[in-house]
């Protein structure tokens, strides 16, 4: 009989991790898909953008650049860059039809690019992961998911982002750089809230430092076993704190090896699959934690790529005045 009761106590437990890892269905209806973004609102927009407290702005985001770190490791390719046109090439090639002393009046450059939709400051779209054959909001490949992309949550449906923006600088909270691979706490976070005195608020933008961004030029060492926020403090975040989206600067928000045996991406399929929250990797935070700008008027906008995964983003910070 004690045999019995471990084998149905064990079935119980695995029944209950197989609860909390189901594909959530959204509160804001059966169409939605933009997830937690509901969260903003005119009158929420319009309040933290009066808050704005001079001209200055911040830059969140990286440069491309062929050599740039990127998350290969499935094979995804890499950013790449060539020319199209040069001053001497269209002289010889003529290419206008034009003639030589037309194009050597007029000089003409022009290039392309190639990359992977999840490289540089960018937000991943609630399509990017799933849980057990389905998306957010029970969408599934089979009805959702054509040759062209996504029908559902593609990147082209994430707005205009406009929302309090708040930076949990975790690298000057412990005071030196982060080990390989550190897993960065909820007690991590609130002792750095602490320190900055300041507490988060609904429909909050949090932006995690693990202070990665400084080594983004370099990217063997900025891709080197990097440090990443874990399931218990984004859980803290979401179900305590109730945070409209998260950021941070290193690749891939969370860390490896996996905290986990059955889910190699635990913190993206919680985010994206069962809470319907968006989130941005490889930002620079730097110039935020060096001024010690900890809350401001979140901005950014993603290049609306019809049914895409992720998109490019560029973030912005625009300090605000403190509520008396």
Known sequence: MKKYKCILLALLLFTKVEA?????????????????????????????????ASGKSYDLSVEYFVGMPSFHALGDPPYQYWLTHTPNGTIVDNPNGKGEAMNRKVSYTGDAISM????????????????????????????????????????????????????????????????????????????????????????????IRTGQAQYYQQASEYLDNYPGISLDAVKWLVEDQQIMLLGADNLSLEAFPTERADNWVPVHTYLLAEKGMMFIEQMNLESLAEDRVFEFAFIASSLKLRGASGAPMRPIALPINKLK
């Open 20 to 52: 909390q890892e189901a594909v959530g269905i959204s509160p804001w209806g059966p169409n939605d898909e933009i997830g937690t973004l509901n969260m903003m609102t005119e009158a929420s927009k319009l309040q933290i953008l009066s808050r704005i």
């Open 116 to 207: 992977y939709t999840h490289m540089g400051t960018h937000i991943d779209a609630l399509n990017h992961f799933g849980l057990n054959g389905k998306i957010w909001n029970g969408y599934s490949p089979e009805e959702h998911l054509g040759d062209k992309g996504w029908k559902k949550t593609g990147a082209e449906t994430i707005p205009i982002i406009i929302a309090r923006g708040v930076l949990i600088d975790i690298r000057s909270a412990k005071g030196e750089r982060l080990l390989p691979n550190y897993r960065i706490t909820a007690e991590d976070i609130k002792e750095a809230l602490k320190k900055q005195h300041l507490a988060l608020q609904p429909g909050d933008v949090v932006l």
